[in-house]
């Protein structure tokens, strides 16, 4: 949907008399469910801006740099039971993992039938955001206008600063982040190193094998690479049936699920994991495991230095490439805020509780600011369902709001292995389960 759409915005402030103004940034797949939910609730004048001429946002497939995007041939990586929004489940007709195209339509259709459109201000960056003495929010947009909101809503997603490690930029040869992959004609006959074993660095790997003239991958840690299907059924389905068991029943039920699929990570030159798959983010990749042991991708271990085009392993081999790809993740970006404001680039955690509600800013909410082991959108759906709430007077936190984003961000790192991917992640099932028993509260109940 082009940016035509511009013309039908109004501010609907006769409409909204004694409600507050909500300004949403982002119409990726956050910000479109937040539109919606804020919508349904009748909760005051709402606005969503967003810098492409088109919803979607990393779903929005794009060969420019102008944007993070989904990758030609990319598909889902959960499935799309997992996946669909609860009013709005995805076409029957659609496969279980969809491709990148059909998602975009998915969220096309989402939008056109939650009448989302007439509230979406299009090709409008949010410059910069700054909070005011009455607790009030100054936009300052890319069309050169200054605008004032009650609530600030932020769903424009964690994937857009790339990460690239220090050690890899004394490198000679091409270095370029997984964030600028688009497809694999550009590394035809070349000698490629991808590093990073994640689900980017997977797909990156195995669509590169396709045509290049020799590639490896540098896994550093162990990784659960797991493939899509289980017993003929999509993986996460089958992890979803587990997800009422405890712990010391379901870790080793999962641990020897991946066994019967894929035996020992040793055997394929692979680091071995120790620890339990729900530790860590797993990477979903049917491909990956096939091409090594097909000799198309070579495993490597963690890079120790490099010097020039040649690249020393951990393990004392080297090899000379003409690319390395990066597939090192991403930092935690607003850019419409100073650093002073805040700042979670470098940052171990991030205390926000419910992965949403700022301990010192109360009309400050962040939409699906979260890394879960399933799709992101079901999840903030939920979110907005009790951001809604949350501004309508409906329900309020229970207790401290420091010591509840201290607690959560604590948790985190309870839960899973210390690592930049692991600061923001959470566990899809029981996650879920804690949005919706806030959901069932009202303002006046306790603990």
């Known amino acids: 949907m082009k940016a ?24 990726g797949c956050s910000g479109l469910t937040t539109l919606k939910n804020m919508i349904q609730a009748n909760v005051g004048k709402v606005i969503c801006f967003e810098q492409n001429d088109q919803i979607g946002g990393n779903w929005l497939f794009s060969e420019k740099e102008s944007h993070s995007s989904v990758c030609e041939t990319t598909h889902i990586i959960s499935s799309k039971t997992m996946s669909s929004f609860e009013d709005f489940p995805m076409p029957e007709n659609y496969p279980d993992y969809p491709s990148h195209q059909q998602v975009w339509r998915y969220f096309h259709d989402y939008a056109t039938h939650f009448n989302l459109f007439p509230h979406i201000q299009f ?43 220090e050690e890899l930029t004394s490198f000679k040869g091409e270095l370029i982040h997984s964030h600028l992959y688009k497809t694999n004609k550009p590394f035809t006959e070349k000698k490629v190193l991808v590093v990073g074993a994640g689900n980017s660095g997977c797909d990156c790997a195995v669509e590169i094998s396709r045509v290049a003239e020799y590639t490896a991958i540098s896994v550093r840690n162990p990784q659960y690479i797991i493939p899509k299907f289980f017993l003929g059924k999509p993986t996460d389905t089958f992890n ?24 020992r990570y040793k055997d394929y030159g692979l680091p071995e994991p120790d620890f339990a798959v729900t530790k ?40 000379n490439f003409d690319t390395i790809i990066a597939a090192t993740g991403y930092k935690i970006s607003f850019p419409f805020f100073s650093k002073q404001f805040i700042q979670w680039e470098e940052g171990d955690s991030v205390p926000l509780y419910l992965r949403m509600f700022h301990p010192d800013y109360k009309n400050l909410i962040f939409i699906g600011l979260f890394q879960p082991q399933g799709a992101v959108w079901p999840l903030s759906d939920y979110q907005a369902k009790l951001a809604a709430k949350y501004i309508m007077k409906k329900w309020k936190p229970e207790g401290d709001l420091k010591l509840l984003a201290e607690k959560d961000a604590n948790d985190i790192s309870k839960e899973f292995l210390s690592a930049k991917r692991h600061t923001i ?3 899809y099932q029981s996650f879920m389960n804690k949005l919706k028993k806030e959901l069932r509260k009202n303002k006046f109940e306790t603990a």
């Open 4 to 27: 035509d759409k511009n013309k039908q915005i109004t501010m609907l402030s006769k409409e909204y008399p004694n409600k507050p103004s909500i300004a949403i940034i982002g119409a």
């Open 123 to 165: 090709n409008t960056r949010v410059i910069e955001a700054k909070i005011q003495e009455n607790e009030r929010w100054e936009l300052t947009l890319s069309t050169g206008e200054i605008r004032m909101f009650d609530y600030l809503l932020i769903a424009n997603g964690h994937h857009s600063k790339p990460r690239i490690p």
């Open 240 to 263: 979803k049936g587990m997800a009422w068991l405890p712990t010391f029943i379901s870790n080793p039920l999962r641990r020897l699920s991946v066994f019967i699929q894929v035996g």
């Open 280 to 319: 860590v983010h797993p990477t979903l990749n049917s491909e990956l495991l096939y091409k090594i042991r097909h000799g198309k991708v070579t495993p490597r271990t963690g890079i120790k230095k490099i010097e020039d085009k040649e690249v020393y392993f951990q393990d004392g081999k080297h090899e």
């Open 425 to 427: 992640e959470v566990h």
